[in-house]
């Protein structure tokens, strides 16, 4: 199983981004998605998630900023990002619960996003 991130880059502060992760492999019955990400010196946070009902949830810094969606036939995870501030910066990363039962955690590889003048 492979996690693919892309969409990370360089951008000014409010300017926009999206990030894409595609799964790809011997991967099935894809339950929770999400993005992660960590700044230098800090931990990893969750910034948003979305089952597989669609049911989404994002951490308060970035409510009615981003926006998560998924696509599960091609098995794909997005994050909108808008109004990006300077504490935004940190490298994302994408996270898929799948399999049997409660399922197996896999994570993408982290595309990095600097936001900066």
């Known amino acids: 199983v492979q996690l693919q991130a892309s969409g990370g880059g360089l951008v000014q502060p409010g300017g926009s981004l999206r990030l894409s992760c595609a799964a790809s492999?011997?991967?099935?019955?894809?339950?929770?998605m999400g993005w992660y990400r960590q700044a230098p010196g800090k931990q990893r946070e969750l910034v948003a998630g979305?089952?597989?009902?669609?049911?989404?949830n994002y951490t308060e810094s970035v409510k009615g900023r981003f926006t998560i969606s998924r696509d599960n036939s091609r098995k794909k995870v997005y994050l909108q990002m808008n109004s990006l501030k300077p504490a935004d910066t940190a490298v994302y990363y994408c996270?898929?619960?799948?399999?049997w039962g409660t399922g197996s955690t896999y994570w993408g590889q982290g595309t990095q996003v600097t936001v900066s003048s």
């Open positions: 979305i089952g597989k009902d669609g049911s989404t």
């Open positions: 996270k898929v619960v799948a399999g």
């Open positions: 492999g011997s991967i099935f019955s894809i339950k929770a």
